[in-house]
Each structure stands twice: as C-alpha cells, then as structure tokens.
C-alpha cells in the first residue's frame, strides 16, 4: 500500500513539473531576456508584462509602473549599462541587464566603386623557373619562399613595390652575392637567403618568384558617416586572386566607377558587373583596412546617390527581421536605384560575425538584368523600415538569386564608431 502511495505522489509530483512550465505565469517569467541591447531611439522598451512593478535601477533610480508590456517609459535611461528589476509585491525576482546604445545614422551608399589596394611589401603570387647553361630552377623555390608570403625588405632595403626589387637583384647578381629576405608569412617574420641567377633568354638576373604590389576591382559603398566622412563598402575582404588570402594594404583608393555591362549570373556561375574607373582622375577616398566585414576609410570628396542621401538610423542584429527589404545598387552608369529583396533568415548575434543574414532578390527588373546577386553587387546596403540593417556580400554559386549578407553594426565598428558613448537619451 506506502509503495502505491508513494507511485501516485511520484506520478503526481511529476505531472506538476510537466505542467508548470506551460502556466501562463511562469511562461510570461521565462519570457523575460537576462539581457537586452537597444538603441536609446527606441525607448519606450518592450518587455514582457507581469502586472507589476518594474524598479529601473538609473542613475536617477527612478521607478516606473508596467501596466503596458508596449509602453514602459524609460525617459532616464542613458547610453550606458542599466539594470532592470522585475518585482512582485515588492520582492525582486528577476534582473535584466539593459546595454543602451546611442542612436547612430550615417548616409545609405549604393555607388559603384572601383577599388585599388596597395599591399605592404610585395606579395609572392607564384614560383617560375629560371633557365640557365645548366638547366631549369627557382631560386625563390629552393629559399622555400612560398606563395602567400610577403617580402618585406630585401638587404635591410624596404620593399614598398615591384619596381623596388629589380635593381637590388641585379646588383646582387653581378656581384655574386647572395639576397637577404625579409619575409611575413601570416603573423610571423622571418628571414631568408637567396641568390639571383642570369636567365640566358633575357641575359637578366631572376629569383624566380612571380610578385604583386597592388590589386584593383570593384564594389559597391555602403555607408558614409555624415559627421566623420568615413565609410564602409563591400562588406567583405578583399583576397588575393591567386593566393586566395587577405590582402594586407600599406594604402589604397577608392574612385568613381562607371557600370558598363552585366554577365547575368546562373546557377553554378556568379553573374558579373563590368565597369570602367581610372584611379588618376576620379579618386574620392583613401583605404585605410581591408577587414573580414569590408574596406574602410575617409572620403576625400564628397559624392552622392541622386535620392537616397537622408542619413538614416541603423538597425541592431536582433531588430532584423524576415521578410520584405530593398537594396541600393547600379545595374547601369552611376545610377543608384533601390530593388526589393526579401530578408529569409537572420541571426540576431551578438559577437562580431561575417554571416548574418541570407537575403533573396525579389525585384523583376534586377531579376531581369543580373540575374540576381552579381559580383560587384558586394556591399549594397540593406534597407528595411527605414533602418540600415546590412549589405549584401556573397552569393549563392548554386542560387545565384540568393545570397549573405552582414549586419551593419560590425561594418560600423570596424570604422571605430562607438555606439556605447555616453549620450542622453531623448
């Protein structure tokens, strides 16, 4: 019989456990984030309402009444840390840590630009042979300088570009003596030894090395700071073709750009944007980084997008939502023309990341003429209720309609905006 008793008490005690989660108290309690970020634009603050009163812990300690989840007026809340504290019948029962961030608005691009980057030292894009009365070889290759590296100084001389390198070489052939190289491979320096060799076909002395100091391509601008003028495009790295690495920039520039013509994109095949720019004469910024979320830095002049130029306020990862967007683009000349997309997926992250969104081209006109999601399209700014929400950055090489795009708040730090800064909220 105390066995039997004891099953039903099991069972019972049990079936509350089951059941106490779906009570609509302890559902509205679960409801309740542990922490919260929010740009101080958009108090009043939407919390979960349990019908009683919420202690805002301010500088000014103030306290407010949550009779309405949709109208919690925070007025004394400030750019800053804050800390609610849900209570009931005057016991606290939950915290909620609230990061406000200041309102921040820059200018939506949606330029076609042509990009030129300058790389620190000069980068080894490949070994050759070098013939000789003796045969084949590369003196690079045997040094085991390897494709990705880059030279940064050669006989204690900085390497700032390729003309930089010939003279040394054949100097060092015709005295016989052997190079010392500076090498940076990833994050490390080091340093090697090489010798230069006549090739009898040019009778000029070679290391056996293909070598870049630069690298040019288009993109798209997304934003530009009003206040600071600077900005941020393309919304991911710049590669180098061949080594397929970052490019590490001693400087570059940024140029009006022209689209020609588009190779429609299908699937298996990246569609592409054709354009013509010249870096002499058209310059309108310098690069300053070549970041995992773009390129950045400060324009020098100062360049519009015909109806588009109202700076507008950002939107934070977790204020993204699926559904309808636009994005500013040039599918002809300079034209900035906005298109409709469809945002179907975000990930409301709150660590810098590179793939925030996935994002499908919706507008029959942009359809029509690319095909979708093009190269050089990387960058155009994301729109939805008025916000700047992200750029697009890659597509989709099987659905070339669809491709990533990446939250504007990580863009906006690498710029160095701090949206933590202190400023009252209004």
């Known amino acids: ?59 000014e300690q103030s306290v407010v009444e949550a009779y309405d989840s949709s109208n919690i007026e925070m007025s004394e809340l400030e750019s800053g840390t804050e800390e609610l504290t849900y209570q009931v019948a005057g016991v606290p029962i939950k915290k909620v840590d609230v990061s406000v961030l200041k309102d921040k608005k820059v200018i939506p691009g949606g330029q076609s630009i042509g990009v030129e980057l300058q790389t620190k030292g000069v980068l080894v894009v490949g070994h050759h042979l070098v013939s000789t009365d003796n045969g ?29 390198v010939k003279p040394i070489v054949e100097k060092a052939g015709k005295e016989e003596q052997a190079l010392n190289v500076t090498l940076k491979r990833g994050n490390k320096t080091m340093d090697t030894t090489l010798k230069p060799i006549k090739d009898k076909q040019s009778n000029e002395y070679r290391i056996g090395l293909y070598i870049r100091d630069s690298a040019a391509g288009i993109g798209t601008m997304t934003f530009i700071d009003p206040e600071t003028k600077k900005y941020g495009a393309l919304g991911h790295v710049i590669s180098d073709m061949d080594t397929k690495k970052p490019v590490e920039i001693h400087n570059g520039t940024i140029v009006r750009s022209s689209v020609t013509s588009i190779e429609k994109g299908n699937n298996g095949t ?4 054709q354009a ?7 310059k309108i910024g310098t690069i300053d980084k070549n970041s995992p979320f773009g390129i950045f830095g400060k324009l020098t002049k100062q360049i519009t997008n015909g109806n588009y ?26 034209k900035v023309e906005e298109f409709d997309v469809e945002i179907v997926n975000t990930t409301p992250q709150k660590k810098a990341a590179t793939k925030g969104m996935v994002v499908k081209i919706t507008d029959p006109k942009l359809l029509e003429k690319t095909g979708g999601i093009v190269q050089g399209m990387s960058g155009s700014p994301i729109i939805q209720n008025d916000k700047i929400v992200g750029a697009v950055t890659h597509v989709f090489v099987n659905d070339p309609t669809s491709g990533y795009g990446v939250h504007i708040e990580w863009m906006l730090q690498e710029t160095g905006v701090d949206l933590t800064s202190e400023q009252k909220a209004s």
């Open 1 to 59: 019989m105390k066995n039997n008793i004891k099953k039903v008490i099991g069972f019972m005690l049990l079936a509350i456990l089951f059941t106490i989660p779906f009570l609509t108290p302890v559902q509205k309690y679960l409801a309740i984030p542990n922490e919260i970020t929010i740009l101080n634009q958009d108090i009043p603050l939407q919390l979960p309402n349990l019908g009683n009163t919420v202690k805002v812990n301010t500088k």
């Open 136 to 164: 084949t070889e590369s003196p690079g290759e045997d040094a085991k300088i390897q494709t990705g590296d880059v030279i940064l100084k050669i006989n204690k001389h900085d390497i700032k570009e390729m003309t930089d």
């Open 270 to 273: 990246p569609g592409e944007k």
């Open 276 to 282: 013509k720019f010249s870096v002499k004469d058209n």
């Open 309 to 334: 130029d109202k700076p507008l306020s950002i939107a934070l990862p977790h204020e993204v939502k699926t559904g309808p967007a636009t994005i500013l683009t040039v599918v002809e000349g300079e």
